[in-house]
Every structure is written in C-alpha cells, then in structure tokens.
C-alpha cells in the first residue's frame, strides 16, 4: 500500500523538495535577474566600443598605471595635502552627520518615539537616501556655490540616512529592563537616553560612525571626481581627463588604495571588539 | 571478527601537548560501545581519527580489514560511505527539506557530476522515507529542517547516516544538546539500530548512567589514554572517580 | 563604581570630545570649510531647491528622453550585478575559511576582493572611459569591478556562516568536494546572498549616476547635460525619475527579502 506522505510527479517520481514559498521566490529572483542580464546586452549602446583594441589598450593602460606609478603636475606635499582635504571632506560629513543622526533616531527608534514619529522619520530618510549622494552635491553646489560647505552638506545627507537607520536598530535593542528601572525611578525621557541608552550603546554607534566615515572617504574622493569638491578626487579627474597622464593616475589610486585599506583594516578591528559584544 | 582495530594511535597538534596517547581498542561487528570522559577529554578527536576526519600522528586503525591511514583520497571517500556519523548540533542543511537532507548521505556512492545534477534513484527516494518512518518523523518529510525540534532533527541525522548503509555508526554527543525525553528517544532508536540492523554504534557519552543502561561495553578516556575499558555493570564508584576525578585532583594539587 | 573609575571615565570622555574637537578644526581648516556659513546656506538652498527645481510642462515633453537613458541605467545596474555576483560566487568560495581550496587561493580571493573595493568606482570609470570610450560598456565594467569586490565580501561571510555545521557532515559521508559546495553550502547560503545581490542592484543605481557624470553613459550623462545648460526643471524631473526608481527597486528587494530570509 502507498503511504499518503509521499508526494509524487505526474510521471510517478518522489518530489524530494519542500517546495516552499521562499525557495520558489529565490528560483524566480535568479530567473529574472538572469533574463534581464540578458536584455541589457541586447539593448546597451554600444556606439563606438572595439573590444579588441579596448580590452589590449585598458591592459597596456593598467599596466602603466600600477607599475609606473609617478608624479609629474605637482608634488608629494601638494599630493599628501590634497588627500588631508579628502579627509577632512569625509571627516566633517561623518561628524556633523553623526550629531544629526543622533537626535533623528531617537525619533526613528521603536521603543522611545510614538509610531507616527518614527514612521515620519524613516520615510523622510528613505527619500533622502533615494537620491545619489553626487546629486545633492551638485544641487547645493549651484544654490550655495561651489566649495567644500556644498560637498560636506551633499554629504551629510546620505551619512545621516546611514546612520539613523544603525543607531535606531541599536537603540531598539537596549534591554527593556533598563527603560523600566529607570522609569521607577522617575526619571524623564532625557535622563533615560542619558543614562540608560547612552552608556549601554556608545561603542557601538562609534563603531558605526568609523564605518560610515570609511565610506565617506570613497565618498569623498568621488565626488572631488565628479563634482569638482577638491581633493584628491579632483586632481585623479584632471589627471585622467585632463591631462591624459596615466602614471599620474596610478601614484593618486595607490594613495587612495593606502588610506582606504588602512581604514579598512582600522573598522574592521573596531567591528571585531565592538559590534560583536554589543549584539550578542 | 573485530570490525575496528586501534593500535597504539596517537594526535598531537603540538610537540608538547598530546591530545591522544596510545590508544589500543578492538570492537566487533554488532556492538554498541560508549566512549565516556570528561570534556577536553580527547572523545571527539578520537571519533573523527576513525573516519580521517582528523588526521592521527601515530598508530595504526584497521576498519573492516582496511588500513585507515594508508588510503588515498578515493578510497578514503569510499571508507566514509561505510561509516555513517552522528552529531551533537545534527549538522542539518537547515534550509533544505528533511528528505534532501537524508538523501545527503549518498554523495559518497556517487560520481561528482550526478551529485552535481541532484539525481537520485527512485530506490533511493523509497529507502530514505522508509527510514524516517522507521524513525518515526515521515510526516516532517518535506518540511524545512529548521522547522523542526532538536530531537527530530537528530532522528533526520540518523537517518542520514543510515541511508549510507553504514558498517559502522559513529556518534558525537548525540544527545548533549537535548532534553531528557528527546534523549531517550534518540538513544533508544540507536539501541535498536544496533540490535536489528547489525549496525556496530561508537557513541561519545557524557553521561554515566546512559553508557551504562544501553551499551555492551564502556570505554572510559581522561587525558587522552583509556583508564576503563569493559562491561558497564564493571564500572564502579572507583572506576568512575579514575575517569572523571584525576582532573579534579590534579586542579588542588597544581 | 567608585568615585577614582568615574573620574577616569569623565577624563577619558573629555580627551574623547577634545580629540573630535581638534580634528574637526583641523578638518574645517584644510578643507576652507565654514561651518556658519554652511549653516546659513542650508535655508538658502532649500530656498533655491523649492523655487528653481520643478517639474514644468515644459520639461516634462523631455521625459520620454530621460526613461530611456534611465532605463539605459538600471540594465546597466542590474547587468553589471549579476555577472559580477557570479564570479563573486567562485571567489567566495575560494576565499571562506570553510570551503576554501588551500590558502594560497583563499588569500588570492580576498585580495582581489580587497583590491577592486578599494580603487574607487570613480578610477576605474576614468580609466576604461579611455578605450572603452563613451558607451554603456564602460559604465557597466566599471560598476562590475567594484560590485565584484563588494559582494565577494559579503558572499564570504554568508557562506562562512552557512557552511560550518554541513561540510563536516557532507564530508563524513563521503561526498566530494563539489558536491558539498553545490548541495549543501550554496543552497544555505542562497538567500542571504540575494539578499546582498538586491542591494547591491539599488546601490548600483546610485552609483550609475556617479559613473554616468564621469562617463557619459546613462542617466547620469543626462542629468550632467541639463545641469551644465541650466536647465534646472529638466534636473529636477531627472531627480524625480532617480528617487522614484531608487524607491520603488529598494520596496520590491525588500518584499523578495521578507520572502526568502
């Protein structure tokens, strides 16, 4: 006799999968993005391309880049001071982005602000992160002019999406007991934050604001590049598109490559002895 | 006739420090041996140089008239589907269906490519759902295995292991991480394994009282060298001391 | 806590505060960053945003232009993030401490990973733009090289944290190696790997503008046009378009998300 929970195929074949809603959701996910890689191809504009050529010329390019690294229009100081600027973009985006990200999650946390609030609060820095990080440059660039206060408020926008949405998340996982205790002892909302949210999260969001200012650092190299904020960013763009000079190029992305690994490697410690205690 | 022979095996992983040290057991074909010792003891290290899945330093392990240590990787593969393995934490796939994770465990019978393509014989298919009704979970078939309890996942392991067709079962503390019904269900359907199926059990125990109600023989470790080797009813008040106390002494002492 | 600790601590705090301090300074002063000024611009330019940037009829007659462009971009994004999730699947492999061929291929991945993460998009768009020319391949490679480092990354700790419990297992049995990868491994990581892939599509977008503006390709090409010729109701609706698309990709990778996780 057949037992009933076998499951069989028309053709008499044991089905062996749970064939649940999630497994189908990734079968159909993987469908669709495959067929529209396909599309894209099909529809890429492909005005003016040789591979051959391209791919010959981009390697005999890369190859000056990396192994004939040089400085030709201006010098090390100059190239050590453009990267300070790049940093100091990043670092002031990061920092005043860290102070403002502070006060919305406070809003945009679960636990310490009425629904309407919080729910206010994350669709505001939905949009916000919507748009390119390159745009707000460009936008504040024509309304306050061009300068470093353009690249560090267009910054600023995408850090303060990055960080309202960490330290709400941290923020709503500080232990219940803590809001109970203190609340008995009739302390206010802001003697919480300052005595019970505070302390029990400070490592953590610190951990978070190192991570966003490595970002940042990217961030600000590109938009030196691309909106013309100075820095490092700018001098790769007149070297490349400017000038022509491809062992130039090569000595400002080893530069870049240094500081972005050393800040790599710098977070990635701080995550280690952080971010794991503080979610266990 | 013995179906594992150990010969003086031995596992450092430094110069200094010995994990195992001179290890010399026999076990025949049928029999339901419990491995007893404290934690850090060298149990676990001394179930995976059974199957190779650590490499021993000295001796020799002789399974089915094989020697352990001198094969190759083919033939080591082809060791492995003889000896099925149990595990504390079930080492489930958690996200495939219980029945996919019982057909796991014939990899070992197939080339790269068919594993690759996911086939399985319809014989394959019925065997690994008389199994889970034998172990009484068929109705979880094609649930998720996260879905289900520790003690049934456990069931789906053995399952496992047991579609291999195994000589031999080895089991890793298959009941530390349950509670004590679960446990006696898991250790009760390894008992019968053993008596109906002819399947040699080496099961690594932490406690006494286990070991002793369901094996033929006790094998006690502490410090990496056997102190008890024989029938449970043998294994008294001093025996028991020798196996878990030394360390105790030796932690006043030092 | 006594009194000695709790001083310690303030102290600590203190330096802590001093060193944010210093370096901010040190940051305003190099860069020639005003902070009152930048604050006072920021009613200035929301002024400016709300009187200059909108959507008129006018730039609307552009939009079948701007779809183009924008749907020009999110192929980009989207085909530049498969391809690249597929070599990232290999070199995850190779480089997760579990399923790792040997060390000398695992340190090879990462570093590879390591590499293409950390030249920024911006050299790459500016390399290739000089062979590759001005055209949708450029924008699509550059994108690709950094999106290959990213989900390298990130595929190696899903399948580190998938893979632990059933490659001893899978081993145990005699499987081999391929077909622990492809049975066990793969499919338990496959939806936190998705999960990354749909990110990184989103991500993509936003960055396609960036090496749009570098590159001449896509909607950020589009958006430099009407930027540099003043256009600014025509910037505006490209924005609009941007947000929209942004937004509505982030709602569906989070309903798939809520799905398969």
């Not at chain 1, 302390?199 to 691309?226: C, D, K, Q």
């Not at chain 2, 080797?229 to 002494?249: A, P, V």
């Not at chain 3, 730039?59 to 994004?77: R, V, Y």
């Amino acid at each position: 006799m057949e037992a009933a929970y076998i499951k069989r195929k028309a053709d008499g074949r044991i089905h062996i999968k749970s064939g649940s809603k999630g497994d189908q959701a990734v079968r159909w996910t993987i469908i669709t993005l495959a067929v529209l890689t396909v599309v894209a191809f099909l529809f890429f504009n492909y005005a003016g391309l040789e591979l051959g050529p391209a791919i010959k010329e981009t390697a005999y390019n890369v190859k000056v880049m990396f192994l004939e690294p040089a400085l030709n229009h201006f010098d090390l100081g100059e190239a050590i001071y453009q990267v300070g600027v790049t940093l100091g973009l990043a670092f002031l985006a990061t920092i005043i982005g860290a102070i403002i990200a502070f006060f919305l999650a406070l809003m945009a946390a679960a636990n310490l602000a009425p629904v309407w609030v919080s729910r206010t609060v994350r669709v505001f820095v939905a949009i916000i992160r919507a748009v390119p990080t390159v745009l707000w440059v460009l936008i504040f660039a024509i309304a306050a002019g061009l300068g470093s206060e353009a690249a560090v408020l267009g910054m600023l926008f995408h850090s303060i999406a990055y960080l309202v949405k960490a330290f709400s998340e941290a923020f709503e996982e500080v232990d219940k007991g803590i809001f109970e205790a203190l609340q008995s002892t009739g302390a206010n909302w802001w003697h919480i934050i300052r005595s019970g949210v505070l302390p029990s999260t400070f490592t953590y969001l610190l951990s978070w604001v190192f991570l966003r200012f490595e970002i940042n650092f990217g961030v600000a190299v590109a938009m030196g590049a691309a909106a013309g904020a100075g820095g490092i960013g700018f001098e790769l763009f007149m070297a490349s598109g400017f000038y022509f000079d491809l062992r130039e190029v090569g000595f400002i992305t080893y530069a870049i490559l240094i500081i972005a690994v050393l800040l790599e490697v710098l977070s990635t410690r701080l995550k280690k002895r952080y971010l794991p205690a503080a979610s266990n | 006739m013995s179906l594992l022979k150990v010969e003086g095996l031995g596992k450092s992983y430094t110069a200094d420090k010995k994990i195992l040290k001179n290890i010399d057991f026999e076990i025949k074909a049928g029999e339901f041996v419990s491995i007893i010792g404290p934690s850090g003891a060298g149990k676990s290290t001394m179930l995976r140089c059974m199957n190779r899945m650590i490499e021993f330093n000295e001796g020799k392990i002789i399974f089915n008239n094989q020697d352990v240590g001198s094969l190759n990787k083919k033939e080591l593969r082809k060791l492995r589907t003889n000896i099925g393995m149990v595990f504390q934490h079930y080492n489930l796939v958690p996200r495939l269906s219980v029945i996919e994770n019982v057909l796991h465990g014939r990899y070992g019978y197939k080339t790269t490519l068919q594993g690759l393509l996911g086939r399985y014989t319809e014989e394959e298919k019925e065997r690994a759902f008389y199994l889970l009704e034998k172990l009484g979970i068929h109705e979880h078939a094609y649930k998720r295995c996260d879905q289900l309890s520790g003690g049934q996942q456990q069931r789906v392991g053995i399952c496992r292991a047991l579609i291999q067709e195994p000589k031999l079962i080895l089991c890793d503390e298959p009941i530390a991480s349950l509670d004590p019904n679960s446990s006696k269900v898991i250790m009760d359907h390894l008992k019968s394994i053993s008596l109906e199926m002819g399947i040699t059990c080496l099961v690594n125990l932490h406690q006494v009282e286990v070991a002793q109600h369901y094996s033929d023989r006790i094998i006690g470790l502490n410090n990496g060298e056997i102190v008890f080797d024989g029938n449970g009813r043998n294994l008294g008040e001093e025996q028991i001391h020798k196996i878990y106390g030394t360390k105790s002494r030796e932690l006043i002492t030092a | 806590m006594n009194e000695q600790t709790m001083r310690k601590s303030r102290w600590q705090t203190g330096m802590f505060l001093l060193i944010i301090i210093v370096l901010s300074y040190l940051s305003s002063a190099i860069t020639a960053f005003n902070f009152v000024q930048g604050l006072a611009t920021i009613p200035k330019a929301l002024g400016w945003i709300f009187s200059n940037l909108m959507v008129t009829q006018e730039s609307l007659e552009k939009l079948p232009k701007i779809l183009e462009k924008l749907a020009e971009t999110i192929f980009m994004s989207i085909a530049a993030t498969t391809l690249a999730a597929v070599v990232s699947l290999f070199l995850g492999v190779m480089g997760s401490k579990t399923t790792k061929v040997n060390n000398f291929l695992s340190v090879f991945a990462r570093f590879i990973a390591s590499v293409s993460r950390n030249i920024p998009v911006v050299a790459w768009s500016l390399v290739l733009l000089i062979s590759f020319g001005q055209n949708s391949v450029t924008g699509f490679l550059a994108l690709f090289v950094g999106t290959v480092g990213f989900l390298t990354r990130a595929f190696i700790e899903s399948i580190d944290e998938a893979s632990q419990s059933s490659v001893e297992a899978l081993t145990a049995t005699g499987a081999t190696y391929f077909q622990i990868v492809s049975k066990a491994v793969i499919p338990q990581a496959l939806p936190q790997m998705i999960s990354w892939v749909l990110f990184m599509v989103e991500t993509n977008i936003r960055n396609a503008t960036l090496v749009g503006i570098l590159t001449g390709t896509g909607i950020g090409y589009t958006f430099d046009m009407y930027y540099k010729m003043l256009n600014y109701n025509a910037v505006a609706l490209v924005t609009l378009c941007i947000v929209i698309t942004v937004i509505v990709v982030d709602l569906i990778s989070n309903h798939i998300r809520k799905v398969i996780l």
